[in-house]
C-alpha cells in the first residue's frame, strides 16, 4: 500500500513536471510564433522603408540632375532668345537698307532732273509746275517727249564723237593705200564701243564706292548716253539690216530696255 501510494505520488509529480515543461514549451512555441509573426510583419516595413529610403536619395539625386537639365534648357533657351534677337534686329537693318535704297529719293536723279528743268521741263514725266510741294518729290522719269530729244541729242553726241575719232586718230594713222570704207567704218564702230563699255564699268566701280545718298546720282545721265549709243549704232549699221538682222534686232532691244527703263517710276533698276 505505501508502495503503491509512493508509486502515485511519484507519477502525480512526473505528470505536473511533464504538464509544466508541456506549459514552458507552449510558451515558447507562442513567443517563438510571436516573433516570427513579428518578423513578418517586419519585413515588408523594413522593405518599404529601405525602398523609400532609396528613392528619397534617388529623388534627390534625380531633382539634382534634372534642376541642372532644366537649368541647361534655361541657359540654352536664353541663349538662343538672344541669337534670334541679333538676327532679328540684322534681318530689320537688313529691311532699312534694302528699302533705302527702293526709296523714291534714291530712285531720282536730281542732276538729269534740274537740268531738264532748265532746259526742257516738259521731257519729265512731272513738269515743274505740277510736281507737289518740295524739290525732292518731283522723279526723274521721262516723258515720251524725253527720250525723243534726249536720246536724239545722245545719237548725234556719238556721231560726233566719232567724227572726232576719225580725224585725230583714225585718219591721220591710215596706211598710204586707204582701206575700204568699210574697214574704216567697222573700225570707228569697235572704238565707241570701247569707250561706251569702259564708261559703264568706271561708273559702276564708282557706284560700289559711294554713299546711299549719291547712289542714283547720274544713273539718268549714263542711261541716256547708252541710249543715244544704241539709236547711232542702228542708224549706222542702216546698211547692214538684211545681211546681219541679228545684230540690228540686238540694238534696237537695247535701245527699247534703255527707254522702257528711262520712262518708268519707282524703279530702281540700278
Given at each position: 500500500?505505501?508502495?503503491?501510494?509512493?508509486?502515485?505520488?511519484?507519477?502525480?509529480?512526473?505528470?505536473?513536471?511533464?504538464?509544466?515543461?508541456?506549459?514552458?514549451?507552449?510558451?515558447?512555441?507562442?513567443?517563438?510564433?510571436?516573433?516570427?509573426?513579428?518578423?513578418?510583419?517586419?519585413?515588408?516595413?523594413?522593405?518599404?522603408?529601405?525602398?523609400?529610403?532609396?528613392?528619397?536619395?534617388?529623388?534627390?539625386?534625380?531633382g539634382?540632375?534634372?534642376?541642372?537639365?532644366?537649368?541647361?534648357?534655361?541657359e540654352?533657351?536664353?541663349?538662343?532668345?538672344a541669337?534670334?534677337?541679333?538676327?532679328?534686329?540684322?534681318?530689320?537693318?537688313?529691311?532699312?537698307?534694302a528699302?533705302?535704297?527702293?526709296?523714291?529719293?534714291?530712285?531720282?536723279?536730281?542732276?538729269?532732273?534740274?537740268?531738264?528743268?532748265?532746259?526742257?521741263?516738259?521731257?519729265?514725266v512731272?513738269?515743274?509746275?505740277?510736281?507737289?510741294?518740295?524739290d525732292?518729290?518731283?522723279?526723274?522719269?521721262?516723258?515720251?517727249?524725253?527720250?525723243?530729244?534726249?536720246?536724239?541729242?545722245?545719237?548725234?553726241?556719238?556721231?560726233?564723237?566719232?567724227l572726232?575719232?576719225?580725224?585725230?586718230?583714225?585718219?591721220?594713222?591710215?596706211?598710204?593705200?586707204?582701206?575700204?570704207?568699210?574697214?574704216?567704218?567697222?573700225?570707228?564702230?569697235?572704238?565707241?564701243?570701247?569707250?561706251?563699255?569702259?564708261?559703264?564699268?568706271?561708273?559702276?566701280?564708282r557706284?560700289?564706292r559711294?554713299?546711299?545718298?549719291?547712289?542714283?546720282?547720274?544713273?539718268?545721265?549714263?542711261?541716256?548716253?547708252s541710249?543715244?549709243?544704241?539709236?547711232?549704232?542702228?542708224w549706222?549699221?542702216?546698211?547692214t539690216?538684211?545681211?546681219?538682222?541679228?545684230?540690228?534686232?540686238?540694238?534696237?532691244?537695247?535701245?527699247?530696255?534703255i527707254?522702257s527703263?528711262?520712262?518708268s517710276?519707282?524703279?530702281?533698276?540700278?
Amino acid at each position: 500500500k505505501i508502495f503503491v501510494e509512493a508509486l502515485r505520488g511519484e507519477g502525480g509529480r512526473t505528470h505536473s513536471r511533464t504538464e509544466r515543461e508541456s506549459a514552458r514549451g507552449g510558451r515558447t512555441r507562442a513567443r517563438t510564433a510571436s516573433e516570427l509573426r513579428s518578423s513578418r510583419l517586419l519585413a515588408p516595413m523594413t522593405a518599404h522603408a529601405g525602398a523609400a529610403a532609396i528613392a528619397s536619395v534617388a529623388g534627390r539625386v534625380g531633382g539634382d540632375e534634372g534642376g541642372a537639365r532644366r537649368g541647361a534648357l534655361a541657359e540654352g533657351a536664353r541663349l538662343s532668345g538672344a541669337v534670334c534677337e541679333e538676327k532679328l534686329k540684322e534681318k530689320l537693318q537688313e529691311k532699312k537698307g534694302a528699302d533705302r535704297l527702293r526709296s523714291p529719293l534714291n530712285e531720282r536723279d536730281a542732276s538729269m532732273v534740274h537740268l531738264l528743268n532748265l532746259l526742257d521741263p516738259e521731257s519729265l514725266v512731272v513738269p515743274p509746275p505740277a510736281a507737289p510741294a518740295g524739290d525732292d518729290a518731283q522723279p526723274s522719269a521721262l516723258s515720251t517727249r524725253g527720250v525723243l530729244l534726249c536720246g536724239g541729242a545722245s545719237a548725234f553726241a556719238w556721231y560726233a564723237l566719232r567724227l572726232v575719232l576719225r580725224d585725230l586718230f583714225i585718219a591721220p594713222n591710215l596706211p598710204t593705200p586707204r582701206p575700204p570704207r568699210v574697214r574704216v567704218k567697222v573700225f570707228e564702230l569697235h572704238a565707241l564701243s570701247t569707250i561706251h563699255a569702259v564708261a559703264w564699268v568706271v561708273l559702276l566701280f564708282r557706284k560700289f564706292r559711294c554713299g546711299s545718298g549719291d547712289f542714283s546720282k547720274y544713273c539718268s545721265r549714263a542711261l541716256v548716253a547708252s541710249l543715244g549709243y544704241y539709236l547711232h549704232d542702228l542708224w549706222a549699221l542702216r546698211s547692214t539690216t538684211l545681211q546681219h538682222p541679228g545684230m540690228l534686232l540686238h540694238q534696237a532691244t537695247m535701245a527699247t530696255t534703255i527707254a522702257s527703263l528711262l520712262r518708268s517710276r519707282g524703279v530702281s533698276w540700278l
